[in-house]
C-alpha cells in the first residue's frame, strides 16, 4: 500500500475514531443514574441542593433538555467549524482546559517515554549481548517484575521516601524539573520493562542476522557492528512499540495524575466525566484519540518510508 | 586414505615472501559433542581457485565461518588456522578484526540478505575499506568507483547511492564482490555466491569472479554443490561429506573413474544425461487461451504475465524458463487454478467434461510442511475426506510410489531432509490423483544430487502414470535434462516456445540465446566425462 | 514432548507459588484468623505481631485475614476478565484472520480506536453508566482487554495462513475445518496462552488501580486494591496496610508473568513480553 | 500561632494548599468565590467575626434598615480596585446585580433572597429584599457577594486580576494548579505582611497534609482526619481545629417503613456509639455529636448529651415497634466522602446487635440523588453544612426540615418545627432567634429524625514560619494582611 493510501486511510480511520468515541462519551448522561444537571450545579456549587427552577434554567442556557440527536448534532456542527463548545461548568470554550492538559500530559508522557526508551535501549542491548549470562537473566527479571509492579502501591511509598522521609522531591506538583522525576519514574516502569524485551529481541535477531556476520566479515570489530549494523536495526520493533505506549499514556495516566496533583489530560476527562462536563470530556476524548492516531499514524509511516523491506511490499508466500 | 597423495600441495615449499598461503590443519567443528567438521586440513594460496564442493549440510560453510573465526557461539572449533604461518585461531578479537575483510574477506550466497538493507553501496564499500566517520566519503569516492567499475557495475556513481533492494540479483551478487575487494584482500571464501542466481547470470558472475581473481592475484575458495559450474575456473576441487574433506584433486582429474564415492555421486548429478525428448500429441489436457494477470490495482501498472496462449498434453514435460520476475510463477499459479487470470483463461475441461486435476510442487521443501505437525497429519490433508483406514492406505500407497518408508509418516518435517521432505511433498500431490505436476523451482533448493534424485522420479512417475508436468527452474541444466518442450519467459511474455532439441540449436529469441550459451560454458564436462 | 513441555511449565517456582495462592484463597474462609469484617476500633492501625501477624486496618481489622479474602474478589474478576478476553479476543481474531476484507478492516479499525482510548476513560465510561460493582468491572475491562488476544490471533493466524504449508494443505484439498484445527489453533494456542498469563498479571493490576480510584469494588466487598486504597491514608504511620496487599499483587502479577514467560520460552518463543501488541503496520 | 517571636519577613511569600480548584471561570455566584477569597483578593461588604459571632463592617462602613425589606449600605471612602479605579455604589450595585442575574445563582445572595441592588449615591448602596430578612447583613459577608472592578466583568467571563480590593492582588494563575497573588501597596486596610503567596489547588487531602510536612506548603486547609496523627506527631507543623458546621448524619427516610417509626429511629440511635466512631474513622478529629447543631454554636442546647450506647433500651424499642425485619436495609454511603464506607461498616456492624440487619451499598451521590429526594431509600450517609454561606442555620433548618423544604432529606414534616422555623425567620434579634433555633432543634433531637453522628472539625496544617493565621471554619479567610511568614 503506498504511503497516501496508507494516509487516506488514518484519515478516514481518525475521522471515524472521533465520530465513535464523542458520541460514546456523548452518551453518558442520557444513559447514567442522576440527573447530569444537578451535578453540574453540584461541581460549581458544593452542597447546592438547586431547585427546579434553577435546573431548568440551567439546563436551557446550555440547550441540555434538547433531544439528544438535536444535541449532538449542534456539537457536531460546532465541531466540524473548530469549536469544541464551551464547557457546561465553567461556560468557558473547552480548548482552554483541553489544551493545556494535553501539553501537561504531553510533557510528562513524553518525558516518561524518553526515559524508557534511554533505559531500555541500555538493558536491552546488555542483555541481548549477553544472553544467558547474569547481566541478561538479571535485567529479564527485573523486567518481568517491573510490569507487576501496582503503580499505585508504589507511588504512596516513594512519595513517602522521597518526599516525606528524605525531603529530595516534592510530593506532588507540575511545576519544577524535579516535580515530575516521581511521575515519570513510575510512569516510565512498565514501558521499561516491554520496551527492554523488544530491544533485547531485537537486537539478538539482528545479532544472528547474515549481514551483520557479513559486516563483522568485512572486518568491523564487535562494538562497530553492534553500534553500525546490530543496534540500527535491533530497534525497529521498539519505534513501533513506543506509538503504542504513547498512545496509550496520553490519558492512561490517571492514577499517577491523581497522586501527584498533576493537571493532566487522564485527570481532566475523569473529572468531567465523573461531574458530567460532557463537552470537556467529549473534547478531551477527541484530542487524546486524534493525538493517539496522528502518533501511531507518523510511526506507522516513517516506518514504511525508512523500513525498505516494508517499503517494497516483501511478499510473504 | 587420501590424504596421501593430497600432501603435495599441502607440503609444498613456503614462498616466503611472495606467496601467501591460507592453511587449516586439523580444524574441527563441534556443537557439544556432535562433530560438525571433523579434522579437515588443507591450504590455499594467492593466485588460485579452489573450490570446495559437497552436498549440503556436509559442512562447507561451517568450514569458511571457522577460518574466518565468526563460528556462532554455540560451537566450537580446534585446530590450527594459518595465515602465512601465523595462527589465527590464537589472535584476539582486536587482532583478528585487522585479518577480517582486509586479509580475508567473503562472499554470500544471498547478497541482498547479507548487505544493510538500510545502508547504499556506497557505505557498505566505505565500511569494508574501514572508513567510516565523517568527510571520509567524499575523500575515498574515487576509488569507491573504480571498484564499482571493476566489478562491471555502471553508472558506478548511481549504483553506489542505491541500496540493496534496489539491486537486481546479479548487481547485488557484483556489489558484494565489489565490498569484498575494497581492502584488497589476499584471500576470499566465496560462499555459493552464484547459487541464487540464474544461469545467464550465474555464468558472469562466475567468470567475473574468476577474471578478478587471476588480475589481482588472490586466492579464492569457492563453495558449491554443484560441480559443473566450477569445472572451467576451479584449479582444484576439495570434496567434503558429511563433515569431513573425502577427497581432493586438481580439477580435470575429478571426472575420472576412479575417486571416491562422494565424488562420483556428486559428478554424476551434474552430468546432463542427454535423454530423448518425448513429442507427445494427444489432446490438451490443461490449456492457457491468451491467460494474463496483473497484480497491479485495477490492472494499471505493468502486468506480471502478458496474454499467454500454450497447450499442455498428456505425458508432456514443459519446461519452463526465463529470469527472475519473468512470470514463471505467475504462469504456473495460474495453470494449477491458484490465481484467476486478469484476462482470458484457463481451460481445465477437456476430453469428456471432467476437469484436469493439476498440482503444484513448491520450490522450499521445508516450508511446504507445517514444522509442528507429523508429516502424517499434513499429508492427510488431501484425503482427510475419506474414511481413515481408505486414508492410511492411499498415504501408504503414495509413499511407495515416491519410494520412502511409512515409518517416515511419524517424523515432524524438521527431521527429515529436503530431498526427503520434496518427496513427501509429491507423495502428499499424488494423493489427488493428479493429472498435471508443476514443479516451481521444486529443485532449486536442493543440492545437485538431490536434485538428480527428484528428477529421475519425476520423469518415472511421468512414465508410469502417464502424468504431464511443468518444470519450471532458472537452471537450464535441469530444463534440458528433463523437458520435452521448453517455453521461455521474458519480462512477463512467452517469447519462445519449442521442442527442446530445436530450442538448443536454433532458439530464435535472444534470450534463449543466451540462455543456451550460458549452458555451452559447462557443456564441456560431458566430454570430460 | 507435549508431557515433558507440561512438566516443565508446571513443575517451577512460579507455579508453585501461584497454586499455593489459589489454594489459600480459596481456602480462605477455612484458614484465615479471623473473620476479615470484625472490627476492633480499639486495635487498630497495628503492625504486624503476634496477634494480627500482619497488623490490623484502620478499623481494627486484621489485614491477614483482609488480604485472603480480598484475593478472592481480586482473582476472581481478573480471571474472569481473562478469559473473557481470551474467548473474544480469540474467536474476533480468528474471524478477521480468516475472512479478511471489510471485517478484518473494521477489525483493524476499531482496535486501533481502543488502542487510542485510555482504558480506564473506557472503564470510567462504562462505571458512570451502569455504576461500580462485580459485573461492571468484567465489562469496562473486558471491553478492552481482549484487543491484545484478538491481535495476536489475527497476526499469527494471518501468518500461519500464509504460508507455503497451508497453502499446499488448501491445494491439495484440505477443508476450512481442518486447517483451523491442524494448521491454526495449534500454532496460536501456545503464543496466546502464554499472553493470557501475561494479560492476567497486568490486569490484576488495571483493576486493582479502579478500585483504588473508587471506581472499582464497593465497600463493604474488598479486594486488593481497594484496601490500598483504604490503607494509603495510614501509610505514614502503618505502612503495612499498603504493602501486604500491594505485595499480594505484585506476587501473583509476578509469577503469573514468569509462568507465561516460561511457556514461551517451551514454545522456542524468546519472551512473553513480546507479544504485547506493537503498532499495526498495515502492510 | 506558631512562630510568635521571630521578626516576619516583609519579602516572604505563602503557599496556600487548597482543597478546592476553581470550576466556573470565577465565577462570583460559583465556589470559585472561595478561592478569590481565602486568596485575599475578593472582599465583600461586611466580614463574618467568628470569634465575636457577629457581623461587622468590611468595604461598608455601616449599614441601616431603613424599612422592613431597604438596608442601606454606606461605603468605605478610602477604597480603590487594584487596578486603580474608584471603589463607588455603581461598582457595588453592578457586582451584586451580576451575581443575582446569574442563571444558576449562588446560595445566599439570589432573587429569592435579594430582590434588587441600586446606588443611592456615589457611597451608598440600597439593598431590597422581596420580604423581611433580619439575615441581610449576615449575606452581604457571604464570599459570593464580593466586588470586583467594572472592569473584571468582560465577555468572556470574569478576570480577576489585578481588579479586587483586598491586599493580595492576583497577578497569575496556572490552569488547574495555582494562582499566584502579590502585595496590594495600596490596601485601605494599612501595610500588607507578606509580598505575596500562591494558592494551590490540591483536591486530594492526603497529598495536602504530605504538602505541608514537607514545607512545599506553609499552610494546608482541610486536612483530613486519617492525616491528622501524621501531622500532629510533626512538630515542624502545627494543627489548628475548630468545630466546623458540618455533622456526618445517618438520614432516615421518615415517610416510609421502617423509619416513619419514631421508636425504630431512637432504637438506631442508641445502638450507635458515637464516640468509638469518633476516635477511630475520624481519628478523635471529630466530635460525637449530642443533636442537629454543635455544641459550640449559640444556638445549640447546651443540656444535649452525647446518645448514650443501650442495647438492652434500644432492643426493646425494636420490638415495640413491631418491627418484622424480612430483607435487610440498606446503608447508602455516598462515595464522595471516602470515611462513609467505613462508618457504614461500623454502623451495620452495630445495628446487628440490635437485630437490624443492614448492607452498605456505595453510590456517587449523583446515583441516588434522584431516588433520595423522591423518598425512595432506607438510609444514607452524608454530611451538611449548616451554614452555608452565611453564619446563620436558617436557611438549613428550612430547607432540610421543614414539610416544604427544598432538601429535606429525611422527609420530615412537623407543623410545630415550621412555625418556629417561621417566626425565626423574621426574628430581628438575635438572641431571641437563636432560642428559636435551639427549641427547632430540641424537636428534631426528640423526634430523632436522623442519627447525627459526629461533628466535624475544620482541620488546618500550618508550617512553623508562618504567623498572624487565625483560622475560619467557614473557609473565607486565609490570606490577610496579617498573615507573615519568617525567614
Ligand atoms: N549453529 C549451528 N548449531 C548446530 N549445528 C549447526 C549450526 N550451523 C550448522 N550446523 C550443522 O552443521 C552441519 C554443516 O552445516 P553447513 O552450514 O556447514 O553445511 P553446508 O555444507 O554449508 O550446507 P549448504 O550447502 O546447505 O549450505 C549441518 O548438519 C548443520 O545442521
Ligand atoms: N502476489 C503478487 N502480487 C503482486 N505482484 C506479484 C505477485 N506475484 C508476482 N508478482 C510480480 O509479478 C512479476 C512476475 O513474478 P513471478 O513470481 O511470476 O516471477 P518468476 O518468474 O516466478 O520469478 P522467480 O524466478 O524469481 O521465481 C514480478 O514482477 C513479481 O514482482
Ligand atoms: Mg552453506
Ligand atoms: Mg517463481
Known amino acids: 500500500m503506498s504511503p497516501l493510501a496508507t494516509v487516506l486511510r488514518r484519515v478516514v480511520g481518525l475521522g471515524a475514531a472521533v465520530l465513535l468515541s464523542s458520541f460514546a462519551v456523548f452518551l453518558v448522561p442520557f444513559v447514567s443514574p442522576g440527573d447530569p444537571v444537578r451535578s453540574l450545579l453540584r461541581a460549581r456549587m458544593d452542597f447546592g441542593e438547586a431547585d427546579e427552577a434553577t435546573v431548568q434554567a440551567y439546563a436551557e442556557q446550555f440547550g441540555l433538555h434538547d433531544p439528544m440527536l438535536v444535541q449532538f448534532g449542534r456539537w457536531l456542527g460546532r465541531f466540524f467549524t473548530g469549536d469544541m463548545g464551551l464547557s457546561h461548568i465553567s461556560g468557558t470554550p473547552v480548548a482552554d482546559q483541553v489544551l493545556p492538559a494535553i501539553g501537561v500530559t504531553l510533557s510528562l508522557a513524553g518525558s516518561a517515554l524518553l526515559a524508557a526508551i534511554l533505559v531500555s535501549i541500555l538493558l536491552g542491548v546488555i542483555s541481548a549481548t549477553r544472553a544467558g549470562q547474569w547481566p541478561d537473566k538479571l535485567i529479564t527479571s527485573i523486567t518481568h517484575a517491573l510490569i507487576a509492579i501496582p503503580e499505585y502501591a508504589l507511588a504512596p511509598l516513594l512519595v513517602l521516601l522521597f518526599a516525606v522521609r528524605w525531603a529530595l522531591l516534592p510530593s506532588a506538583g507540575y511545576d519544577s524539573p524535579a516535580s515530575l522525576v516521581l511521575p515519570v519514574f513510575i510512569l516510565a516502569l512498565r514501558p521499561i520493562s516491554f520496551f527492554t524485551v523488544a530491544v533485547r529481541s531485537g537486537v539478538r535477531q539482528a545479532l544472528d542476522s547474515e549481514h551483520v556476520l557479513a559486516a563483522r566479515a568485512r572486518g568491523l570489530s564487535r562494538t562497530q557492528a553492534l553500534a553500525r549494523h546490530v543496534v540500527p536495526h535491533g530497534l525497529l520493533p521498539l519505534w513501533t512499540m513506543v506509538g503504542v505506549w504513547f498512545a496509550g499514556l496520553l490519558g492512561g495516566s490517571v492514577i499517577v495524575e491523581v497522586i501527584f496533583a498533576i493537571p493532566g489530560m487522564g485527570r481532566l476527562i475523569f473529572d468531567a466525566i465523573t461531574d458530567a462536563d460532557i463537552p470537556v470530556a467529549q473534547g478531551g476524548v477527541v484530542v487524546v484519540v486524534t493525538c493517539a492516531v496522528l502518533v501511531t499514524g507518523i510511526i506507522d509511516l516513517i516506518h514504511k518510508l525508512s523500513d525498505p523491506n516494508v517499503r517494497i511490499g516483501v511478499r510473504h508466500g | 586414505m587420501y590424504w596421501v597423495e593430497t600432501t603435495f600441495w599441502i607440503a609444498s615449499p613456503r614462498r616466503k615472501s611472495m606467496a601467501k598461503e591460507l592453511e587449516f590443519i586439523d580444524l574441527s567443528v563441534s556443537s557439544g559433542q556432535k562433530l560438525l567438521l571433523s579434522s579437515a586440513r588443507g591450504a590455499l594460496r594467492s593466485g588460485e581457485l ?387 505436476l508443476i514443479c516451481d523451482e521444486s529443485t532449486s533448493a536442493l543440492d545437485s544430487v538431490a536434485q538428480r534424485h527428484i528428477l529421475d522420479l519425476l520423469l518415472e512417475l511421468r512414465d508410469k502414470m502417464g502424468l504431464s508436468l511443468v518444470v519450471i527452474s532458472h537452471d537450464m541444466d535441469v530444463i534440458r535434462y528433463a523437458s520435452d518442450d521448453v517455453a521461455v519467459f521474458y519480462e512477463g511474455e512467452l517469447v519462445e516456445h519449442r521442442p527442446l532439441n530445436d530450442f538448443l540449436t536454433s532458439a530464435e529469441h535472444q534470450h534463449s540465446k543466451d540462455l543456451v550459451a550460458a549452458l555451452d560454458i559447462t557443456a564441456a564436462a560431458t566430454a570430460a566425462g | 514432548m507435549a508431557k515433558r513441555s507440561a512438566s516443565r511449565i508446571l513443575l517451577s517456582a512460579p507455579a508453585f507459588i501461584l497454586l499455593a495462592v489459589v489454594i489459600v484463597t480459596i481456602a480462605a474462609p477455612l484458614i484465615s484468623p479471623y473473620d476479615p469484617d470484625a472490627q476492633s476500633l480499639a486495635d487498630r492501625l497495628q503492625g504486624p505481631n503476634m496477634v494480627h501477624l500482619l497488623g490490623t486496618d484502620a478499623l481494627g481489622r486484621d489485614t491477614l485475614s483482609r488480604v485472603l479474602h480480598g484475593g478472592q474478589f481480586s482473582l476472581s474478576v481478573a480471571l474472569i476478565t481473562t478469559l473473557f478476553s481470551l474467548l473474544v479476543g480469540t474467536i474476533l481474531g480468528l474471524l478477521s484472520a480468516l475472512r479478511g476484507g471489510w471485517l478484518d478492516e473494521i477489525f483493524l479499525r476499531v482496535n486501533d480506536l481502543l488502542l487510542a482510548l485510555p482504558e480506564i476513560v473506557i472503564a470510567l465510561l462504562i462505571i458512570a453508566v451502569m455504576g461500580p460493582g462485580f459485573f461492571t468491572m468484567v465489562l469496562s475491562v473486558g471491553v478492552v482487554a481482549w484487543t491484545p488476544t484478538a491481535r495476536l490471533v489475527r497476526s499469527m493466524a494471518a501468518q500461519v495462513l500464509s504460508t507455503h504449508h497451508v497453502e499446499a494443505s488448501k491445494h491439495v484439498g484440505a477443508s476450512r475445518w481442518f486447517i483451523l484445527r491442524h494448521h491454526v489453533l495449534p500454532f496460536v494456542a501456545g503464543p496466546v496462552l502464554a499472553q493470557a498469563a501475561l494479560r492476567f498479571g497486568l490486569l490484576l493490576v488495571l483493576l486493582g488501580s479502579l478500585s483504588y480510584l473508587g471506581i472499582g469494588v464497593q465497600p463493604p466487598q474488598s479486594d486488593w486494591g481497594s484496601m490500598l486504597a483504604e490503607a494509603q491514608p495510614h501509610a505514614i504511620r502503618s505502612p503495612w496496610g499498603l504493602i501486604a496487599p500491594g505485595a499480594a499483587i505484585f506476587l501473583v502479577s509476578f509469577c503469573v508473568t514468569l509462568l507465561g514467560n516460561r511457556i514461551t520460552h517451551v514454545l522456542g518463543g524468546d519472551d512473553v513480553l513480546d507479544s504485547e501488541p506493537k503498532a499495526e503496520i498495515h502492510g | 500561632t506558631p512562630a510568635p517571636d521571630a521578626a516576619a519577613d516583609s519579602e516572604a511569600r505563602v503557599v496556600v494548599a487548597n482543597f478546592r480548584a476553581p470550576v466556573s471561570n470565577w465565577a462570583l455566584e460559583s465556589d470559585d468565590a472561595y478561592v478569590l477569597s481565602i486568596a485575599g483578593c475578593l472582599e465583600t461588604l461586611t466580614k463574618y467575626d467568628q470569634t465575636e459571632k457577629k457581623v461587622e463592617p468590611m468595604l461598608a462602613t455601616s449599614w441601616k434598615q431603613t424599612s422592613d425589606t431597604v438596608w442601606d449600605f454606606e461605603l468605605r471612602k478610602n477604597v480603590k480596585f487594584q487596578d486603580g479605579t474608584a471603589f463607588d455604589a455603581k461598582a457595588v450595585a453592578a457586582s451584586l446585580n451580576h451575581v443575582l442575574e446569574a442563571t444558576a445563582p449562588a446560595r445566599a445572595v439570589n432573587p429569592k433572597t435579594i430582590k434588587k441592588v441600586e446606588a443611592v449615591d456615589a457611597d451608598t448602596v440600597r439593598v431590597t429584599t422581596p420580604a423581611a430578612d433580619p439575615l441581610l447583613p449576615y449575606r452581604m459577608a457571604s464570599v459570593n457577594a464580593g466586588v470586583l472592578s467594572p472592569a473584571a466583568y468582560t465577555d468572556q467571563g470574569i478576570d480577576p486580576m489585578n481588579h479586587c480590593t483586598g491586599p493580595f492582588a492576583p497577578v497569575s494563575e496556572k490552569a488547574g494548579q495555582s494562582l499566584t497573588l502579590d502585595r496590594n501597596e495600596n490596601y485601605w486596610d494599612g501595610e500588607v505582611k507578606l509580598a505575596g503567596g500562591e494558592i494551590r489547588y490540591i483536591t486530594e487531602g492526603a497529598t495536602r497534609a504530605t504538602q505541608v510536612q514537607t514545607g512545599e506548603a506553609d499552610i494546608s486547609m482541610s486536612i483530613p482526619a486519617t492525616s491528622l496523627a501524621t501531622l500532629e506527631a510533626d512538630n515542624k507543623v502545627s494543627v489548628l481545629k475548630a468545630d466546623s458546621p458540618r455533622t456526618s448524619t445517618l438520614y432516615l427516610n421518615n415517610s416510609r417503613a421502617p423509619f416513619d417509626n419514631v421508636d425504630l429511629r431512637k432504637a438506631a440511635t442508641m445502638a450507635l456509639d458515637l464516640p468509638a466512631m469518633a476516635a477511630s474513622i475520624y481519628e478523635g478529629a471529630a466530635q460525637p455529636a449530642t443533636g442537629p447543631f454543635a455544641p459550640s454554636e449559640p444556638w445549640a442546647n447546651p443540656d444535649l448529651a452525647v446518645p448514650q450506647v443501650n442495647i438492652e433500651e434500644a432492643k426493646k424499642l425494636v420490638e415495640a415497634s413491631g418491627y418484622k425485619q424480612d430483607k435487610p436495609l440498606d446503608i447508602i454511603a455516598i462515595t464522595e466522602r471516602a470515611e462513609f464506607a467505613g462508618v457504614g461498616a461500623i454502623i451495620q456492624e452495630q445495628f446487628k446487635q440490635i437485630g437490624l440487619k443492614a448492607n452498605v451499598v456505595t453510590k456517587s451521590y449523583g446515583a441516588v440523588e434522584p431516588d433520595v429526594l423522591a423518598g425512595k431509600y432506607d438510609m444514607i450517609l452524608s454530611q451538611r453544612n449548616r451554614m452555608i454561606d452565611i453564619a446563620d442555620p436558617i436557611g438549613f433548618l428550612q430547607a432540610d426540615y421543614t414539610c416544604e423544604g427544598g432538601y429535606n432529606l429525611s422527609h420530615y414534616c412537623n407543623k410545630d418545627y415550621d412555625k418556629l422555623v417561621g417566626q425565626a425567620q423574621v426574628e430581628k434579634d438575635q438572641a431571641k432567634r437563636n432560642d428559636l433555633y435551639r427549641q427547632a432543634g430540641d424537636i428534631l433531637a426528640k423526634d430523632a429524625v436522623n442519627v447525627w453522628l459526629v461533628n466535624e472539625q475544620a482541620i488546618d496544617g500550618v508550617g512553623s514560619k508562618v504567623q498572624g493565621y487565625v483560622q475560619d471554619p467557614l473557609t473565607r479567610y486565609v490570606m490577610t494582611k496579617d498573615l507573615a511568614k519568617t525567614k
Open chain 2, 50 to 436: 579452489v573450490a570446495v564442493v559437497g552436498r549440503s549440510g556436509s559442512g562447507k560453510t561451517l568450514l569458511t565461518k571457522a577460518i574466518m573465526g565468526l563460528l556462532p557461539e554455540q560451537l566450537q572449533a580446534e585446530g590450527q588456522v594459518l595465515l602465512d604461518g601465523q595462527r589465527l585461531d590464537q589472535l584476539g578479537d582486536k587482532a583478528m578484526d585487522q585479518v577480517r575483510g582486509r586479509r580475508i574477506s567473503m562472499l554470500f550466497q544471498q547478497p541482498k540478505r547479507v548487505m544493510n538493507p538500510r545502508m547504499t553501496i556506497r557505505a557498505h564499500l566505505l565500511e569494508a575499506m574501514g572508513a567510516h566517520g565523517w568527510g571520509k566519503a567524499r575523500q575515498h569516492e574515487p576509488r569507491v568507483l573504480a571498484l564499482l567499475e571493476e566489478v562491471g557495475l555502471f553508472p558506478a556513481a548511481q549504483i553506489a547511492g542505491k541500496r540493496p533492494d534496489q539491486l537486481s540479483g546479479g548487481m547485488a551478487q557484483r556489489a558484494m564482490l565489489a565490498i569484498a575487494l575494497a581492502a584488497d584482500p589476499e584471500f576470499i571464501l566465496a560462499d555459493e555466491p552464484t547459487s541464487s542466481l540464474d544461469s545467464i547470470l550465474k555464468a558472469e558472475v562466475l567468470q567475473l569472479l574468476r577474471r578478478k581473481q587471476q588480475e589481482r592475484g588472490v586466492g579464492v575458495l569457492f563453495i558449491t554443490h554443484d560441480i559443473a559450474s566450477i569445472q572451467h575456473i576451479a584449479d582444484r576441487v576439495v570434496v567434503v561429506s558429511d563433515g569431513q574433506i573425502v577427497d581432493q584433486c586438481p580439477t580435470a582429474q575429478i571426472f575420472s573413474k576412479d575417486r571416491h564415492a562422494k565424488t562420483r555421486e556428486l559428478v554424476e548429478a551434474a552430468l546432463p544425461a542427454l535423454r530423448e525428448p518425448r513429442t507427445e500429441t494427444s489432446g490438451c489436457l490443461l490449456e492457457a487461451v491468451e491467460a494474463s494477470k496483473n497484480y497491479t490495482r485495477r490492472a494499471k501498472g505493468q502486468a506480471a504475465l502478458k496474454p499467454t496462449s500454450l497447450c499442455l498434453h498428456g505425458g508432456q514435460v514443459l519446461g519452463v524458463v526465463g529470469r527472475s520476475g519473468s512470470g514463471k510463477s505467475t504462469f504456473a499459479r495460474l495453470l494449477a487454478g491458484l490465481e484467476q487470470p486478469t484476462t482470458g483463461r484457463i481451460i481445465t475441461e477437456h476430453n469428456g467434461g471432467t476437469a484436469t486435476r493439476v498440482q503444484v510442487i513448491a520450490q522450499e521443501p521445508y516450508s511446504s510442511f507445517d514444522p509442528n505437525l507429523a508429516i502424517r497429519t499434513s499429508m492427510s490433508a488431501a484425503v482427510h475426506r475419506l474414511p481413515v483406514e481408505q486414508a492410511r492406505e492411499r498415504m501408504a500407497q503414495a509413499m511407495s510410489q515416491v519410494g520412502l518408508p511409512v515409518e517416515l509418516l511419524e517424523r515432524r518435517p524438521g527431521q527429515c531432509s529436503g530431498g526427503q521432505l520434496q518427496r513427501l511433498a509429491i507423495a502428499r500431490a499424488l494423493l489427488t490423483n493428479p493429472q498435471v
